[in-house]
């Protein structure tokens, strides 16, 4: 009799569908609340927001942020709605003696060397912000890669060879948080707040090469600083709420993998036995996050990672949520290759889509996070790409093609898509609820089933077809409801379907909204 749990979305009890996948999705059984879906402006949205033509910076900001329809009930863009803005440390104000050779990585800082500020830097980040606003993105927050350069030990936005320390001088913890402070006072004063601020990221790694902005630290470097954080926030009565983690993988955050003071971090910072817990601190959190790189393939471990983490997690803290905060294409692997070399089409999507689900239903993520927006890079890390259009369908990319910096061609990528059956339906207070499917699916080249419902008892099914052949999906109702379908020939392409027989095209994803 489950289907009479539905809501009221079925009108009566009936027979499966005959050869039809059976979907059956139970309100009743609940898990994690949903806080967003996002992706990070770092590094391009600072040229193009400041300098590509103002048609194309707002095509793309409608691409990633906008909610509307076209006259046929399409979707005009992917509705974000969580942005992340990465506050920088002033590599691109020391120019070539940053020793970032890459001018596209380097990044501007708002306080200049004197300990004046200037809150014109920033300006393409700044205008891909307020636009992200303007089309109704809910929650923004704001990143760190490194301590403004004029703080660290060596005067670059890179660390010291061989050093695990967090690369600031002595004595300047107290003003790197008064900047970082001032960074959210100043937007929350300007009626644009930071909900979120991550002091940190992937502490695991040196960072000690000339590639981009970075810094190591040990557990213990951090807490000293989540505590100053946390006091002056407080202090000052700004709003915005510390995020930590950003662990370079799941094992970090979960479990002793070193034992070199920079993992186990669940138990370090928010088990209440813990000298250094930080869970009674104000104005933090009580969420972790960590990044997908290095645990997705195979196939095998991408699940035992996923199963594990919850439990670490309850283990350390039950009130303790997760987010998964940046992921992109980096492992080599047997169906894509690896991130070397830029894919528009759905390999790459259904890759990433797969992984999606299990952080959601497996690592019972709160929020699920790309790594950059927009790239300019012959690599699969991006979600609209561009490139300078010399010939026709593509032309060149890549860090050498500085006229990107100004102008170029906008590329649509089915991750975009892909990731837009997620974020555009599933929005932050929904919550996810049991969705199975039967006969089980293989997770190599079955069908992939979430579902998640609203407020007022609307329920949303994700359907990740990984078969090369179409597929009938029962949901269990009489119902029509909207079927938004990214494939090799559509993008979010709506229609109206029974809820008894939805197809799924091949190597498709599939988004059910019942009205």
């Known amino acids: 009799m489950w289907l009479c749990l539905f809501l009221g979305l079925c009108v009566a009890v009936r027979a499966p569908a005959a050869g039809a996948l059976q979907i059956r999705v139970d309100p009743r059984v609940t898990f994690q609340t949903m806080d967003g879906f996002g992706a990070s402006d770092a590094w391009q949205c600072q ?15 409608d691409l990633l942020f906008s909610r509307a329809t076209d006259a046929a009930g399409n979707p005009k863009g992917i509705g974000l709605s969580i942005w992340r803005f990465n506050v920088g440390a002033g590599t691109a104000g020391q120019g070539d003696a940053s020793d970032i050779r890459n001018p596209w990585r380097r990044a501007e800082c708002f306080q200049n060397p004197d300990g004046s500020y200037d809150w014109t830097k920033q300006a393409g980040q700044q205008w891909f912000f307020r636009a992200a606003r303007r089309r109704g993105v809910e929650k923004f927050l704001a990143f760190v890669n490194s301590p403004p350069v004029q703080f660290t030990r060596n005067g670059k936005g890179y660390a010291p060879k061989g050093s695990t320390h967090l690369n600031l001088q002595p004595g300047k913890l107290g003003d790197y948080a008064a900047f970082l402070v001032d960074v959210v006072a100043h937007f ?73 003071g920079r993992d186990n971090q669940a138990r370090f910072f928010f088990n209440p036995a813990s000298a250094f817990y930080v869970g009674a601190l104000p104005n933090v959190a009580p969420l972790l996050s960590a990044h997908d790189y290095f645990s997705v393939w195979p196939l095998d471990k991408q699940v035992e990672y996923r199963q594990m983490l919850p439990r670490a997690l309850e283990a350390a ?64 890390d991006g979600l609209v790409y561009l490139d300078d259009g010399s010939q026709g369908d593509t032309g060149r990319m890549g860090p050498q093609t500085l006229s990107l910096m100004h102008d170029g061609a906008i590329r649509e ?10 974020s555009r339906f599933v929005r932050p207070g929904m919550v996810r609820i049991q969705c199975t499917a039967a006969p ?28 090369s052949r ?42 059910c909204r019942f009205p």
């Not at 089980?440 to 078969?467: I, R, T």
Request: proline share 3%; charged share 20%; hydrophobic share 40%.
């Open 47 to 61: 040229f193009v927001g400041k300098n590509w033509p103002i048609a194309k910076r707002e095509r793309i900001a």
């Open 188 to 260: 929350e004063k300007e009626g644009l707040p930071f909900d979120y601020l991550s002091p940190f990221n992937e502490p695991q790694w040196s960072w000690d090469g000339h590639g981009q902005e970075g810094t190591p630290a040990l557990n213990t470097d951090l807490y000293p600083l989540v505590r100053e954080l946390s006091n002056d926030l407080s202090a000052r009565q700004v709003s915005t709420q510390l995020v930590l983690g950003e662990a370079g993988t799941i094992g970090h955050l979960a479990k002793v993998m070193d034992n070199d």
């Open 317 to 380: 803290n039950p009130k303790l949520g997760y987010w998964m905060s940046e992921y992109c294409i980096l492992e080599k692997n047997d169906e894509i290759g690896g991130g070397g070399g830029r894919d528009l089409g759905m390999n790459t999507a259904l890759y990433v889509a797969r992984i999606i689900h299990h952080d959601l239903a497996l690592a019972q993520a709160r929020s699920w996070q790309w790594w950059t927006a927009v790239s300019q890079c012959d690599f699969k």
């Open 413 to 422: 990528s089915k991750l975009l898509w892909t990731l837009g059956n997620y």
């Open 440 to 467: 089980e699916q293989s997770c190599q080249d079955g069908v992939l089933a979430s579902a998640y419902k609203g407020a007022a008892g609307k329920v949303v099914v994700v359907l990740v077809n990984l078969a």
């Open 470 to 511: 179409e597929q009938t999906c029962d949901l269990g109702s009489d119902r029509i409801v909207d079927v938004f379908t990214t494939s090799a020939t559509a993008n979010l392409g709506r229609s109206r379907q029974g809820a008894s027989g939805v197809k799924l095209p091949a190597r498709s994803v599939v988004t």
